[in-house]
């Protein structure tokens, strides 16, 4: 039976830690978040992180911006951040509504308070192995791995999913630490000949339980990005399971993250650690 990566409780103490060093080292970071429109999952998205910064001392900006914003309304407040020395981080949330360029937008923000990761700047510098904001998922992913002193090195990895958020990131990162990287997407042939292979196997497809167990190497380290809602056994009620067939693969696998309770957690605390760095960046 695997070890269950408990990533709930690893991101308590990434966040204790955090607030610690907060505390210690006097500093001020600050998050301005900007909500474009009213997506419901965008507003829990936030209202989670707004509690999470308010756990580890983060102060956090809201600006909610009606649905009918311009793209040059949205710049405008952007660079106003950019400039604004108080602000920390910058996190826009997305989706953005249809008429807005997400891309300009993200390349719009300042590398240095990009916390979310994805302004190309910060894409390349992840890509040449050199400081830069990460991805607060993928990133996530990674710290547990260490945290539980798993061997990246020299082992093989295999990602399934290649999106910019989540395994294009994830790739880079895990090659930066010399594993053996496998990439599998939608257009991949034959998966489960690749999955097999897999020391770390890492799912970020977004299709509930799709990993079975014949599809994973005995002893495999199993990482879960994948959240799906799927009805339960209560009526009306939907619950949150991952890309894998927890109960087949756990039995199977050396390691094994739970959804929920798994990366999810980690990627807020991920996102407090990129804030604070970025705090102290700002200071230096
Ligand atoms: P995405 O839809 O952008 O990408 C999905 C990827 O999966 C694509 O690259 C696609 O090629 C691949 N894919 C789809 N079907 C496949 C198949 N049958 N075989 C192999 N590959 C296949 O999604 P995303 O934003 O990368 O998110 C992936 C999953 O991770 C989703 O369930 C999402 O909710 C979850 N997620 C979780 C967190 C977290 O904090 N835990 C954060 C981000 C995303």
């Known amino acids: 039976m695997a070890e269950i990566i408990d990533g709930k409780k690893l991101a308590k103490k990434i ?8 505390i210690k080292e006097n500093l001020h970071p600050r998050l301005a978040v900007i909500l474009v429109g009213d997506d419901e999952a965008s507003k829990i998205y936030i209202r989670n992180k707004s509690r999470a910064c308010e756990d580890v001392g983060i102060e956090f900006i809201e600006h909610i911006l009606p649905t009918n914003t311009t793209m040059e309304e949205l710049l405008e407040l952007i660079n106003k951040l950019n400039n604004d020395n108080e602000v920390s981080g910058i996190l826009l949330q997305s989706p953005l509504p249809g008429h807005m360029n997400i891309k300009t937008a993200f390349e719009t923000i300042n590398p240095e308070k990009d916390v979310d990761g994805f302004n190309p700047i910060n894409i390349g510098r992840l890509e040449m192995n050199e ?10 992913v990674i710290r547990m791995l260490e945290e539980y002193n798993i061997d990246i090195e020299g082992k093989t990895a295999v990602v399934i999913g290649r999106s910019n958020i989540v395994g294009k990131p994830l790739i880079q990162l895990l090659l930066n630490k010399n594993a053996t990287v496998i990439v599998t997407h939608s257009r991949t042939k034959n998966l489960e000949n690749y999955t097999r292979q897999a020391d770390i196997l890492v799912s970020a497809i977004g299709k509930a339980k799709y990993i079975k167990a014949d599809m994973v190497k005995e002893g495999a380290v199993v990482i879960d990005v ?12 939907k619950v949150l399971v991952g890309d894998t067939d927890y109960s087949e693969v756990s039995k199977k696998a050396s390691y094994i993250t739970p959804v929920p309770g798994g990366v999810g957690p980690m990627t807020i605390a991920m996102l407090m650690h990129n804030v604070v760095k970025a705090e102290k960046l700002k200071n230096k």
Not at 15 to 22: A, S, T
Not at 131 to 140: E, K, L, N, R, W
Not at 226 to 237: A, E, H, Q, Y
């Open 15 to 22: 966040r204790q830690e955090l607030k610690e060093e907060v």
């Open 131 to 140: 400081p830069a904001f990460v991805s607060c998922t993928p990133y996530g």
């Open 226 to 237: 994948g959240i799906n809602r799927i009805k339960g056994d209560v009526p009306g009620k």
